[in-house]
């Protein structure tokens, strides 16, 4: 039936000088050799110019730096993290440490030798007199003679290098276990109360009788000098996310001492109450009540069909498919993840922290982009419940490689895409995550380019006609993240740009239901109210047009008054104008309101045919947002990253990183202080760095439920060619018509560049039977 279709596809659209009778082109299709359109091929291998210098640190590598760390003559007093307890010294995790830029170009551009990798190793140092976390990097590798261990420090600027304190350390599970006793305690004491507001019990995680569940929010400290825990209750389930019920506790539990931990009090009906006595008498005059009481069934959040909703006429059929009919247009270097595409050449790279990244982007053979990589994934949360008004999420936090996992064929990606693994450390072996990456070229769903000229008088209604097939190659994941799954699409389309684009779906982070805090969000079920926040993700563009000296150049768009003599009679009138200058220093910036101003980041030294700087633009897509707060106490120094739309810095290697992954529990004195890279340097002809951010004001809405949809919660950007070349980049493309007119008989004749059509069988598989399981090696 398929073959059919496509037959008549193509009758439907050969020129009418050009058609057999239908008989014969059936007769004609039939006898052919009708294969399988090329879905499962695989793309055509191309060897990289190099080997990746960026890619990850291979499982051998972890499995030694493991033992290393914890050889006797290191002197760490490590304990193995399976019996480790606060008060001692283990691993947290290892990661692939980052490579520094002049030491890469000279290998990548030059004939140095390959720069030798480096483990980053995060220790959580517990048996200290003065317990911290303390990042190292472990090199060279592999593990040899020559290999060290030295403290992480270089790259982080907020007065500790990469050391900080206890009380502002990951959330992990042995701090999870130190504070169950008093959690345990504390909600024991008021299990008749919680009975009989919201039939439910917390006797402890692992108590049978137990049938809440307990949340935690961050970030835990300001400064590093204290440490607390907030916690919401919810009932348990598949999409507890959205169940919540109106009751907290707040502990505090600052240092390794379990036993001076103590309760801060418990907060229900937005009311404060500092000892389970204060509760409960609260409780025996009736003060408490549950207004909105909230659903143990969970089915109406689920993510299934709904048969109560009925079937969309016509929705049996399947719907349409972008597949690569034909054949892969692109080539991948697997081992060394290197891929070209219609020009396009990229490595890829992936670490645990940041997930994946990008390297050497060049077009044409000419470097655009040396890293294209994500620094940051935030959402800050509003309220007047103390989960909600004090939430702040960094994702780097939770690892944000370590979620990246199985994509569906079909649906997260295009049929016949091909499918990567994710991979990254996790204790002493390499965790494996197949099917966590796809790339795939897709149909646009436009020309990027056409003209018809000629109507008057021609039967047809044109002389010539143009359109050429627009295309990109997308690299793409989907980091689960707790409740949020975001999908990150790396597109480089054929025109020579590059887009960059953002969607969010999974559960809302909700909050129990209160009628009169609509100011806060929606409310979108039975008890629960959509609680409103900001999701800003910040990225690194490290561009290096040509070559390292480039300017960030702005033109604005101003209006003046001017006269013109062939126009007396106007007198003075209004008139625009482009006002283009490069920007000398470093600062964080925003985008022009009406769009009136253009940057692009230029190579002044670099012209094209028309004596102009070679560039490219930057063009602000969908939702381009910046975090709304500015001095929240929860965000004040530990998010100015996100505080503006653009950024632009001079390139240094000690400053890799726009944000540290454990800043979110220092929000007063981060380990990362964004706002510390701007010291006046110059940025015009230099080796400059934009960091920009996309995300969206997440105004919540009944339509959430069950999950946000793709569709709505997006936002992009594009890189353009900005004087790049000297014309279009469409000429050399041979997926296109020109198709002309006979002006007396109206026959139409057309070049196609001698590429034909396809005629062939698409067969598609389940891509469920396809699904393969994760892998420790």
Same mark, same amino acid.
């Given at each position: 039936?398929?073959?059919?279709?496509?037959?008549?596809?193509?009758?439907?659209?050969?020129?009418?000088?050009?058609?057999?009778?239908?008989?014969?082109?059936?007769?004609?299709?039939?006898?052919?050799?009708?294969r399988?359109?090329?879905?499962?091929?695989?793309?055509?291998?191309v060897?990289?110019?190099?080997?990746?210098?960026?890619?990850?640190?291979?499982?051998?590598?972890?499995?030694?730096?493991?033992?290393?760390?914890?050889?006797?003559?290191?002197?760490?007093?490590?304990?193995?993290?399976?019996?480790?307890t606060?008060?001692? +010294?283990?691993?947290?995790? %290892?990661?692939?440490?980052?490579?520094?830029?002049?030491?890469?170009?000279?290998?990548?551009?030059?004939?140095?030798?390959?720069?030798?990798?480096?483990?980053?190793?995060?220790?959580?140092?517990g048996?200290?007199?003065?317990?911290?976390?303390?990042?190292?990097?472990?090199g060279?590798?592999?593990?040899?003679?020559?290999?060290t261990?030295?403290?992480?420090?270089?790259?982080?600027?907020?007065?500790?290098?990469?050391?900080?304190?206890y009380?502002?350390?990951?959330?992990?599970?042995?701090?999870?276990?130190?504070?169950?006793p008093?959690?345990?305690?504390?909600?024991?004491?008021?299990?008749?109360?919680?009975?009989?507001?919201?039939?439910?019990?917390?006797?402890?995680?692992?108590?049978?009788?137990?049938?809440?569940v307990?949340?935690?929010?961050?970030?835990?400290?300001?400064?590093?000098?204290?440490?607390?825990?907030?916690?919401?209750?919810?009932?348990p389930?598949?999409?507890?996310?959205v169940?919540p019920?109106?009751?907290?506790?707040?502990?505090?539990?600052?240092?390794?001492d379990?036993?001076k931990?103590?309760?801060?009090?418990?907060v229900?009906?937005?009311?404060?109450?500092?000892?389970?006595?204060?509760?409960?008498k609260?409780?025996?005059?009736?003060?408490?009540?549950?207004?909105?009481?909230?659903?143990?069934?969970?089915?109406?959040?689920?993510?299934?069909?709904?048969?109560?909703?009925?079937?969309?006429?016509?929705?049996?059929?399947?719907?349409p498919?972008?597949?690569?009919?034909?054949?892969?247009?692109?080539k991948?270097?697997?081992?060394?993840?290197?891929?070209?595409?219609?020009?396009?050449?990229?490595?890829?790279?992936?670490?645990?922290?940041?997930?994946?990244?990008?390297?050497?982007?060049?077009?044409?053979?000419?470097?655009?982009?040396?890293?294209?990589?994500?620094?940051?994934?935030?959402?800050?949360?509003?309220?007047?419940?103390?989960?909600?008004?004090?939430?702040?999420?960094?994702?780097?936090?939770?690892?944000?490689?370590?979620?990246?996992?199985?994509?569906?064929?079909?649906?997260?990606?295009?049929?016949?895409?091909?499918?990567?693994?994710?991979?990254?450390?996790?204790?002493?072996v390499?965790?494996?995550?197949?099917?966590?990456?796809?790339?795939?070229?897709?149909?646009?769903g436009?020309?990027?380019?056409?003209?018809?000229?000629?109507?008057?008088?021609?039967? +047809?209604?044109?002389s010539?006609?143009?359109?050429?097939?627009?295309?990109?190659?997308?690299?793409?994941?989907?980091?689960?993240?707790?409740?949020?799954?975001?999908?990150?699409?790396?597109?480089?389309?054929?025109?020579?740009?590059?887009?960059?684009?953002?969607?969010?779906?999974?559960?809302?982070?909700?909050?129990?239901?209160?009628?009169?805090?609509?100011?806060?969000?929606?409310? $979108?079920?039975l008890?629960?109210?959509?609680?409103?926040?900001?999701?800003?993700?910040?990225?690194?563009?490290?561009?290096?047009?040509?070559?390292?000296k480039?300017?960030?150049?702005?033109?604005?768009?101003?209006?003046?008054?001017?006269?013109?003599?062939?126009?007396?009679?106007?007198?003075?009138?209004?008139?625009?104008?482009?006002?283009?200058?490069?920007?000398?220093?470093e600062?964080?910036?925003?985008?022009?309101?009406?769009?009136?101003?253009?940057?692009? %980041?230029?190579?002044?030294?670099?012209?094209?045919?028309?004596?102009?700087?070679?560039?490219?633009?930057?063009?602000?897509?969908?939702?381009?947002?910046?975090?709304?707060?500015?001095?929240?106490?929860?965000?004040?120094?530990?998010?100015?990253?996100?505080?503006?739309?653009?950024a632009?810095?001079?390139?240094?290697?000690?400053?890799?990183?726009?944000?540290?992954?454990?800043?979110?529990?220092l929000?007063?004195?981060?380990?990362?202080?964004?706002?510390?890279l701007? +010291?006046?340097?110059?940025?015009?002809?230099?080796?400059?760095?934009?960091?920009?951010?996309?995300?969206?004001?997440?105004?919540?809405?009944?339509?959430?439920?069950?999950v946000?949809?793709?569709?709505?919660? $997006?936002?992009?950007?594009?890189?353009?060619?900005?004087?790049?070349?000297?014309?279009?980049?469409?000429?050399?493309?041979?997926?296109?018509?020109?198709i002309?007119?006979?002006?007396?008989?109206g026959?139409?004749?057309?070049?196609?560049?001698?590429?034909?059509?396809?005629?062939?069988?698409?067969?598609?598989?389940?891509?469920?039977?396809?699904?393969?399981?994760?892998l420790?090696?």
């Amino acid at each position: 039936m398929l073959a059919e279709s496509l037959v008549a596809a193509l009758l439907a659209i050969a020129p009418v000088s050009a058609r057999p009778e239908p008989d014969l082109w059936r007769r004609a299709v039939s006898a052919a050799d009708v294969r399988t359109c090329a879905l499962t091929d695989e793309a055509p291998h191309v060897k990289a110019p190099k080997t990746n210098a960026w890619a990850p640190i291979s499982p051998q590598d972890v499995k030694d730096v493991w033992k290393f760390v914890h050889a006797p003559e290191r002197a760490l007093n490590l304990t193995d993290p399976a019996n480790a307890t606060l008060t001692d +010294n283990y691993v947290f995790l %290892v990661d692939t440490l980052y490579l520094n830029k002049t030491q890469v170009l000279s290998y990548i551009d030059g004939d140095a030798a390959q720069p030798p990798k480096y483990a980053r190793v995060v220790i959580f140092e517990g048996g200290k007199e003065e317990p911290v976390s303390q990042e190292y990097m472990v090199g060279p590798l592999p593990v040899g003679v020559e290999t060290t261990i030295a403290p992480y420090d270089y790259p982080f600027n907020g007065g500790l290098g990469g050391k900080i304190p206890y009380d502002g350390r990951y959330m992990d599970g042995k701090r999870t276990a130190g504070y169950q006793p008093l959690l345990k305690q504390a909600m024991t004491d008021v299990a008749d109360i919680t009975k009989a507001l919201f039939n439910g019990t917390y006797y402890g995680a692992s108590d049978p009788r137990t049938d809440i569940v307990a949340a935690n929010t961050g970030p835990h400290s300001l400064d590093g000098s204290q440490s607390w825990i907030t916690i919401m209750f919810r009932y348990p389930g598949a999409a507890s996310y959205v169940t919540p019920i109106d009751f907290y506790i707040i502990l505090d539990i600052t240092g390794t001492d379990i036993s001076k931990y103590t309760l801060r009090g418990y907060v229900t009906n937005t009311k404060f109450f500092k000892t389970a006595d204060e509760l409960r008498k609260a409780f025996e005059a009736g003060e408490i009540i549950s207004e909105f009481p909230q659903t143990r069934d969970q089915e109406w959040a689920l993510l299934k069909a709904v048969p109560e909703m009925g079937v969309r006429d016509l929705d049996d059929r399947i719907a349409p498919q972008s597949i690569e009919i034909g054949g892969k247009r692109y080539k991948l270097d697997r081992e060394n993840q290197y891929v070209e595409f219609m020009g396009w050449s990229f490595y890829m790279s992936f670490t645990r922290i940041l997930g994946l990244m990008f390297y050497d982007i060049k077009f044409k053979g000419e470097r655009i982009i040396y890293e294209l990589s994500l620094q940051e994934a935030a959402a800050q949360y509003a309220g007047n419940q103390p989960k909600a008004a004090n939430t702040v999420y960094h994702d780097t936090y939770f690892s944000i490689g370590s979620t990246s996992a199985t994509l569906i064929e079909g649906f997260d990606c295009p049929f016949g895409a091909t499918m990567l693994n994710v991979t990254y450390p996790a204790n002493d072996v390499t965790d494996v995550h197949p099917q966590g990456i796809c790339l795939f070229e897709s149909d646009s769903g436009y020309p990027v380019a056409r003209h018809r000229y000629g109507s008057g008088g021609n039967p +047809n209604g044109f002389s010539n006609i143009a359109a050429v097939k627009s295309s990109a190659l997308h690299a793409r994941t989907i980091a689960t993240i707790g409740n949020y799954d975001y999908l990150f699409d790396y597109a480089f389309h054929v025109d020579g740009s590059i887009e960059i684009e953002v969607r969010a779906s999974g559960y809302l982070q909700s909050s129990p239901y209160y009628k009169d805090q609509t100011n806060f969000g929606a409310r $979108v079920g039975l008890g629960t109210q959509g609680s409103f926040h900001d999701h800003i993700l910040s990225w690194k563009a490290d561009f290096d047009i040509i070559s390292t000296k480039n300017s960030l150049q702005r033109t604005d768009l101003i209006v003046v008054n001017q006269t013109q003599p062939w126009f007396p009679e106007l007198g003075e009138f209004e008139q625009m104008e482009l006002k283009a200058y490069n920007m000398e220093k470093e600062q964080q910036f925003n985008w022009a309101q009406n769009g009136q101003s253009m940057f692009c %980041v230029v190579n002044d030294e670099e012209k094209n045919s028309w004596g102009v700087s070679r560039g490219y633009r930057l063009v602000p897509g969908r939702s381009n947002v910046h975090l709304s707060t500015h001095n929240s106490p929860f965000s004040k120094h530990s998010s100015h990253i996100l505080k503006s739309h653009l950024a632009v810095t001079q390139h240094h290697d000690n400053e890799p990183y726009g944000n540290s992954w454990q800043n979110v529990n220092l929000p007063l004195k981060p380990q990362q202080d964004f706002s510390k890279l701007f +010291n006046d340097e110059s940025v015009d002809g230099e080796d400059i760095v934009v960091w920009f951010n996309l995300g969206m004001h997440h105004y919540t809405r009944s339509e959430d439920i069950p999950v946000t949809l793709y569709s709505e919660a $997006v936002s992009s950007i594009v890189f353009a060619p900005q004087n790049f070349h000297d014309r279009a980049q469409e000429g050399d493309l041979q997926n296109r018509r020109w198709i002309t007119s006979n002006a007396t008989t109206g026959e139409i004749t057309y070049e196609d560049q001698g590429l034909q059509l396809p005629t062939c069988k698409v067969a598609l598989e389940e891509p469920a039977t396809k699904i393969l399981p994760w892998l420790k090696i």
